[in-house]
């Protein structure tokens, strides 16, 4: 089993809607929780960390669920601007080099 | 800013040719690490450093050696490629926060073996 897993999708949503992914992770020791972005042919580059009580940067909210080992990511509203692969970041305690999961590729239509 | 300056971002090696990619911070970070990205495979860890004068191996280290001699570079040497190696090699730089890091990424060099 690998260590982060996500749904590569795609997931295909219309100009303003409302998607989720969810991330999980296998080591429970883990700390610290990222979500990348990816644009096609660009190197990742970090959208938001994912803390305890959960985040929001404008449309987009992160949240961790310990109990069950995931992570989530709901983007609101979508643009067609946000048409790119979400990767989840994962990084066990003491270890200096982040996890990646394979992205989840979304694609938002007008 | 340049952050994380990778060179080059295009190549094309025959099979059984040596080369490096080139990596090189300006922001102090003590963990650089390589990446390769396949189709359906996300990024994958080949080898990274926690300091000058530390390396180690990630998941797919087989085909490739490191060094760290500075704080700086970090550079990705391929020994004897191969048609398999073909892909895209991310270098990145990542400082601790809150138990974990932030990684700041490289343009990527894009491979291909023939």
């Known amino acids: 089993r690998k260590e982060v897993e996500q749904d590569p999708g795609p997931f295909n949503v219309p100009e303003g809607a409302t998607v989720a992914f969810n991330c999980t992770y296998s080591n429970s020791a883990s700390q610290s929780f990222f979500w990348y972005r990816q644009d096609c042919r660009k190197e990742p580059k970090l959208l938001m960390s994912v803390y305890s009580s959960g985040n929001e940067d404008g449309r987009f909210t992160a949240q961790l669920n310990r109990a069950s080992q995931y992570i989530s990511l709901l983007i609101r509203d979508s643009k067609l601007s946000d048409s790119a692969t979400y990767l989840c970041?994962?990084?066990?305690?003491?270890?200096?080099?982040?996890?990646f999961g394979r992205g989840t590729s979304l694609i938002v239509h007008p | 800013n340049a952050g994380v300056t990778q060179t080059p971002k295009f190549q094309v090696l025959k099979t059984g040719q040596s080369m490096t990619l080139q990596c090189a911070q300006d922001m102090n970070h003590e963990y650089m690490s390589w990446y390769r990205q396949d189709p359906g495979m996300g990024l994958r860890l080949i080898h990274y450093?926690?300091?000058?004068?530390?390396?180690d191996q990630g998941e797919v280290p087989n085909g490739y050696n490191v060094s760290r001699s500075t704080t700086e570079d970090f550079p990705l040497r391929l020994l004897s490629a191969a048609p398999s190696q073909t892909s895209v090699y991310f270098c990145a730089s990542s400082y601790q926060v809150s138990g974990g890091t932030e990684a700041f990424f490289g343009q990527g060099t894009r491979l291909t073996v023939v």
């Open positions: 970041v994962v990084n066990a305690g003491g270890s200096y080099i982040p996890t």
């Open positions: 450093s926690v300091g000058a004068g530390i390396t």
